[in-house]
């Protein structure tokens, strides 16, 4: 559902070849940014001491993208500090922060894969394709993704939000969890959300997916009527939940969103 930008992923190991590059440099799984949330440039990075991985992983309106990782125990140099990507979201152009969703899983990719899961010897970049290689035991890692079901459930001319203790203040939210192994992503939202509201769905609609950064999740938004049943929070999971009008929402989650895509989608389907 996200809407195109001028990004564009590619792989290529090693470091930059033309000066205009654009460089990502991740210590752990932190972006470091200067003050004014523009991304350091290569000569800031020169000084440092060689980092874990360097690759291009992408293009910004024809400008390289390099990818640096560092590792987290590196301390943040001088001046810089860590660029997290809701708190960018009104600062970056589309583009950049398509980027930076791409660079973000990466980097938790690389750090989670310097050692063979299955033998224990250092991996390697793959020169061919987007993967760390085992020279050992022939073992590849792909990057990893996760994938999230989020569900706006609606029952007439309501839609059921909730809260989670680590939402910002008076935010609510769509019903979100984690795919199980070998469950569908349907299966995962009624599943969810018998556990989280206690109640049961049907007529689910693909809505659309978003690529997000935490730490390397795609969520799948669907639309679904109520079926049956009474609202139950879920203790420790869910703070508060509610169905809501459409028309007297509370907070809600950032514009740049999959869940408020799917709100403002359900309220404009409202409208007479
Ligand atoms: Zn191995």
Not at 41 to 47: G, L, S
Not at 115 to 129: D, H, K, N, V
Not at 146 to 169: C, N, Q, T, W
Not at 200 to 216: D, E
């Amino acid at each position: 559902m996200t809407a195109r930008t001028d990004f564009e992923p590619v792989y290529a190991p090693g470091d930059s070849r033309g000066a205009s590059a654009l460089i990502f440099p991740f210590v752990g799984q932190n972006l470091l940014i200067h003050p004014n949330a523009e991304l350091p440039c290569a000569e800031d990075v020169q000084a440092w001491d060689a980092p874990l991985r360097t690759f291009c992983f992408g293009t910004l309106a024809g400008r390289e993208c390099v990818l640096k990782v560092w590792p987290s125990e590196r301390a943040i140099p001088a001046g810089l500090s860590i660029g997290d990507y809701r708190s960018l979201w009104g600062h970056w152009p589309d583009g950049h922060l398509a980027a930076l969703v791409r660079a973000k899983q990466l980097a938790v990719w690389v750090l989670h894969n310097l050692f063979c899961g299955a033998c224990g010897q250092p991996m390697t970049l793959s020169p061919a394709e987007i993967a760390c290689a085992c020279p050992a035991c022939g073992y590849k890692a792909y990057p990893r993704i996760s994938p999230v079901a989020i569900g706006l459930v609606v029952k007439g001319d309501e839609i059921l939000l909730a809260r989670s203790p680590h939402f910002a203040p008076g935010m609510y939210s769509a019903l979100a969890g984690f795919v199980e192994a070998g469950e569908s992503a349907e299966e995962c939202l009624c599943r969810e959300v018998q556990e989280e509201a206690g109640i049961k769905i049907h007529n689910l609609r693909y809505f659309g997916s978003q690529s997000w950064p935490y730490p390397h999740s795609l969520m799948i938004g669907f639309i679904a009527d109520y079926h049956s049943g009474e609202l139950l929070a879920q203790k420790d999971e869910i703070e508060d939940l509610a169905w809501f009008r459409l028309d007297g929402l509370p907070v809600q989650p950032h514009p740049g969103s999959l869940a408020r895509r799917m709100i403002e989608f359900a309220r404009a389907q409202a409208k007479p």
